[in-house]
Structures are given as structure tokens and as C-alpha cells.
């Protein structure tokens, strides 16, 4: 059973290989993303696993079937890199890792809230260069001020769970709101207007794309903080820059933007031309932008591991689509 990994790194090895001989999967891996150039890889393949900026769109997914690819394999819980309606036309699963670490991106999360909030990062800044002056550093306590938090998922639920050990008062908003939890639900509007911080936890869907728009953060408070660790479509990059010239908001931590797939999980430290939104996003003091490691933690890492190859083998062996993509979404229609 051969599996042709793409966009690897040698964390990805750490974690695969020593699972793999014990459950006997050959796996190659191709530090190259999937996409129309790369595709040409897969033949021989039983299945292809991809990361979060792989390109599968319509064509690639065409190539697979037509390279007699079984399943695609996707090691994270993100499904918008597939052309799903592709997917589920030749009839080809994409299994995804649906939940491994909840806690780990949610922790990251509310890293970045507490770093902009306090801001941590201009005072690091600050003290490597022996300065200690603490101007322009003051924060807000977060006690008693209202947290909304878009997309009460797994991951929108651990991050609550946190912020309720602040004290802080929680709202949320959700298409489909969990009605046997306890979570107050307001309208989008409601919750864009009462927030003093903003945490995005929904997939990226057509649905959600630029959530956050000029006219969504309009109707935010000034001085909110917004964080986003899901998708970077979830906000319109150019809206959230001109807001930022406003100085409309406290503080923004982003861990995932737009203009991600081709520059996040490599050093670009080298090239001249550099993304010229990306560069603007990074001039403010206010904003911090990681490269999408809110998943990075190494009992992620071995979840991922063990659920992408149950995945496979269950599939392979018995048909079993437990985190078939298509699927899920079918059953949330029902
Ligand atoms: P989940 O599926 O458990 O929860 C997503 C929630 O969003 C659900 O409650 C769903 O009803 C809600 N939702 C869907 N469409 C919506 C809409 N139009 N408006 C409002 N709510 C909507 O997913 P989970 O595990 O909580 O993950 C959320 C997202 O976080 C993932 O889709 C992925 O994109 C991102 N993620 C980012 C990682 C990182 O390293 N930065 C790692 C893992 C996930």
C-alpha cells in the first residue's frame, strides 16, 4: 500500500515513520506541494496525503482518479484545498483528520490574544536592545470584557473553555449553535457590535469567505482585537489593512492570512521580492502574524500521524469513510 506524501517537512517524517513500519505503509515523501505541476508524481500511488496549501483543484483531482489513485488523504482538519464537488463526482473519498488537537489551537489562539492584548512582542523587542522603558506597552485586563467567538466547533468550544478562566463573558455565533451547551448565542451583527476581543474558529467555506470585511468591522467596537487561527480567506486581507491605517483596532494576531500558500512553512528570508500585502500586514506594531503553527505541538503531531494512516488502512481494508469530507457535509444538511 503506497502513499505519495506531499509538502513535507522532516517533522512530518519524525511523526509518520515510525508508524508507518508498524503498520505497514510505504510512504514516499515529496517535499513539493500537489498541484497541476506535481501531479504527474502519483502514478502507482494507492493514495496521495496533503497539507493545508496543496492545490486540488478540479484538474488535480481528475489526474488522481485517472492515475488510479484510491483516496486522498488529507493530514489536517481544513478541507478547503479540495474541489470537493470534483471529489464526489468520480467518486473519490478525501479522508481528513477531523480532530487531533483541539486544545493546541485553541492555546495558540488565546497565545496570540494574550500577546497582542499585553504586547509581548514590542517588549521583547525592546528588552533585547536594553531597553526597558515600558511606554506604549499597556494592555487591558481581560476579566469581565466580552469575548465573541464565531464558530462554536471543537476548537471554538476549547477556546471558550480558556476564556471563561479569565472571567471574561463569552458570546458566540454559529450557524449551527450547539443548543445542549450552555454557550449564550447571538446574531453575527449582535456579536460583531458587543465584542471587545474577536476569535475566528469556522472552516473556510463559500459561505464564510471574507467574514470579516470592511463592512463587518465597521460595526465593531474600536479597539476590539481580533484573532484568527482558522482559514486567512475568512478575511478580506485589503479591508483588515485599511481598518489597521484607522486604527481601528487593540491588537490583531493572525496565524494564518490569505496570502499564505506561497510563502507559509518555508524561509523566504532570502527573496527580494516580497509579498507586498504581506509586508504591509507586518509594518503594524499591533499585528503579529505566525506562519501557522497553531497545530504545531507534538501531541498533534503524533494524532495526525495515527488518524491519517487508520484512515487509509480502514479504507483500504474495509471501505470505512468515518472522516469522509463529503459526508460529513451530507450530514450536516440532515
Ligand atoms: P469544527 O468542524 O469542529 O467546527 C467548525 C464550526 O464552524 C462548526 O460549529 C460549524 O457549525 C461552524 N460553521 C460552519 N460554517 C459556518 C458559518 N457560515 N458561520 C458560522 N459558523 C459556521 O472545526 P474545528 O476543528 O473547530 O476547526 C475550525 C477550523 O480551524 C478548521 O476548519 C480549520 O480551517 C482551522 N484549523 C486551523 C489550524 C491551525 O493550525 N491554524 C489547525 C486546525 C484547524
Do not use: W
Request: aromatic share 8%.
Amino acid at each position: 500500500m503506497k502513499i505519495a506524501f506531499f509538502s513535507t517537512k522532516p517533522y512530518d517524517r519524525e511523526a509518520f515513520e515510525p508508524l508507518a513500519e508498524e503498520m505497514k505503509c510505504d510512504i514516499d515523501y515529496f517535499e513539493e506541494k500537489l498541484d497541476s505541476k506535481t501531479v504527474s508524481l502519483v502514478k502507482g500511488y494507492d493514495a496521495t496525503c496533503s497539507f493545508v496549501n496543496d492545490d486540488l483543484n478540479s484538474d488535480v483531482v481528475q489526474a488522481l482518479r485517472d492515475s488510479g489513485v484510491k483516496t486522498i488523504l488529507l493530514r489536517c482538519a481544513g478541507f478547503d484545498s479540495v474541489d470537493l464537488e470534483k471529489a464526489r463526482e468520480l467518486n473519490m473519498p478525501v479522508l481528513r483528520v477531523p480532530a487531533y488537537s483541539p486544545e493546541a489551537v485553541a492555546e495558540f489562539a488565546v497565545t496570540l490574544l494574550l500577546a497582542v492584548n499585553r504586547k509581548v512582542h514590542l517588549g521583547y523587542n525592546r528588552t533585547k536592545e536594553f531597553n526597558f522603558d515600558i511606554d506604549g506597552l499597556r494592555g487591558n485586563v481581560l476579566k469581565g470584557r466580552t469575548a465573541g467567538v464565531i464558530g462554536t466547533g471543537r476548537i471554538g468550544k476549547a477556546t471558550i473553555d480558556i476564556l471563561r478562566g479569565f472571567g471574561m463573558d463569552i458570546i458566540a455565533y454559529d450557524v449551527y449553535p450547539d443548543m445542549k451547551s450552555d454557550i449564550k448565542y447571538v446574531s453575527l451583527d449582535e456579536l460583531l457590535s458587543q465584542s471587545d476581543v474577536i476569535t475566528l474558529h469556522t472552516p473556510l467555506t463559500p459561505e464564510t469567505k471574507h467574514i470579516i470585511n470592511s463592512d463587518s468591522i465597521s460595526k465593531m467596537k474600536d479597539g476590539v482585537i481580533l484573532i484568527n487561527t482558522a482559514r486567512g480567506g475568512l478575511i478580506k486581507t485589503e479591508d483588515l489593512i485599511k481598518a489597521l491605517e484607522e486604527d481601528k483596532f487593540g491588537g490583531v494576531g493572525l496565524d494564518v492570512c490569505e496570502q499564505e500558500s506561497d510563502y507559509f512553512f518555508e524561509d523566504k528570508s532570502h527573496v527580494i521580492n516580497k509579498d507586498r500585502t504581506l509586508q504591509r500586514l507586518l509594518s503594524f506594531d499591533k499585528l503579529i502574524l505566525t506562519g501557522h503553527q497553531a497545530f504545531f505541538t507534538e501531541e498533534a503531531m503524533n494524532a495526525i500521524a495515527m488518524i491519517t494512516l487508520t484512515n487509509f488502512k480502514k479504507f483500504i481494508e474495509d471501505g470505512d469513510l468515518t472522516n469522509e469530507v463529503n459526508l460529513f457535509l451530507e450530514s450536516l444538511q440532515e
